[in-house]
């Protein structure tokens, strides 16, 4: 069957690739002289991908259903065991590495329902909690109905200065459901006079790349339907240019979508990593300023 032909157009100064998707690693032949965005699914689709043992791009079946209504509502994605088992084990580590985090002013950036929100409200903490749908803002408002809540979509192209400036900018779950994570993370930077703490989903690998990539139809995901899969790198990378500096921690949550050997990651669906920015440099023991092979559980 003959194979279909790659596509090349420029997008924001990187090479995108139009084609079936490429989850691999590793480099092409080429020499790349810009950072790569890899793959997009067609919009018609959600398609998971196979990558051959030659490295060719298979298709696989349809991975993600339309979104459905549920007997417990639209917010169940939330309050499932594992969505909460996750949270868990992300503010643990958050709170294991030392940062400063009492009495700050705080901008919490895809918030989902307000999950993570008490976190910071125990510490005394000003917080102003977001999410780019309006639907989840409201439930916010619901189950905090003290806090300051606004929607903000940071697929949108506004500047985030209405909001105020912030000690601490909390990004937790929310790069990877962007289509346009290097813009996002530009506004964020220029609202954060501290520390941007950042969790998202990652696509194994050594080199400065992003990959796009189809997000289901639920409310805990892309508003745009497009997310992304950076690299490590890319993201330390981007962090240092918008701050000053950038951390990974030398550990990682205790859950399974945060690998700690990063030399022969697991076969799995999703690698996540926790990044640091600061506009000050951190002499943590708990934080580094390189992509760690290995970390700590």
């Known amino acids: 069957m003959k194979q279909p032909q790659r596509q090349s157009v420029s997008r924001d100064g990187a090479r995108v690739f139009l084609e079936p998707g490429d989850s691999s690693s590793h480099p092409p032949s080429d020499k790349r002289r810009t950072p790569v ?11 998971a991908i196979v990558v051959g043992k030659g490295g060719e791009v298979q298709w696989a079946g349809s991975l993600f259903p339309r979104r459905k209504r549920t007997a ?61 749908r309006p639907e989840n803002v409201a439930e916010i408002q619901r189950r905090l109905p003290g806090v300051q809540t606004a929607v903000v979509d940071l697929e949108a192209d506004r500047a985030l200065d209405s909001l105020g400036r912030f ?6 779950g929310l790069l990877y459901h962007l289509a346009n994570p290097e ?22 690998g050594n080199y400065d790349e992003l990959l796009l990539v189809r997000d289901p139809d639920y409310a805990n995901q892309a508003v745009s339907g497009v997310g992304c899969r950076p ?37 799995q669906t999703m690698y996540r990593s926790i990044f640091v920015g600061s506009r000050h440099p951190l002499g943590l023991a708990t934080l580094g300023d390189t992509v760690p092979m290995t970390q700590d559980g």
């Open 231 to 267: 690299t490590r790198l890319w993201v330390l990378n981007r962090l240092r240019m918008l701050l000053g500096h950038a951390y990974i921690p030398l550990t990682q949550p205790a859950n399974v979508d945060f690998p700690t050997d990063w030399r022969t990651p697991p076969i």
């Open 37 to 47: 965005v890899k793959g997009i699914f067609p919009p018609a689709t959600r398609a």
């Open 183 to 204: 813009r996002a993370l530009a506004r964020l930077a220029e609202v954060c006079t501290g520390l941007l703490l950042l969790e998202t989903a990652v696509s194994p």
């Open 167 to 172: 000690d601490v900018v909390y990004c937790y």
């Open 72 to 132: 417990d509502g639209p917010f169940a994605v939330f309050l499932a065991p594992e969505a909460r088992a996750i949270n868990q084990a992300r503010q643990q580590h958050l709170g294991s590495l030392g940062l400063d985090l009492d009495r700050r002013k705080v901008l919490e950036v895809g918030a989902g329902i307000g999950l993570h929100t008490p976190f910071f409200l125990e510490r005394g903490c000003d917080v102003v909690v977001t999410d780019g």
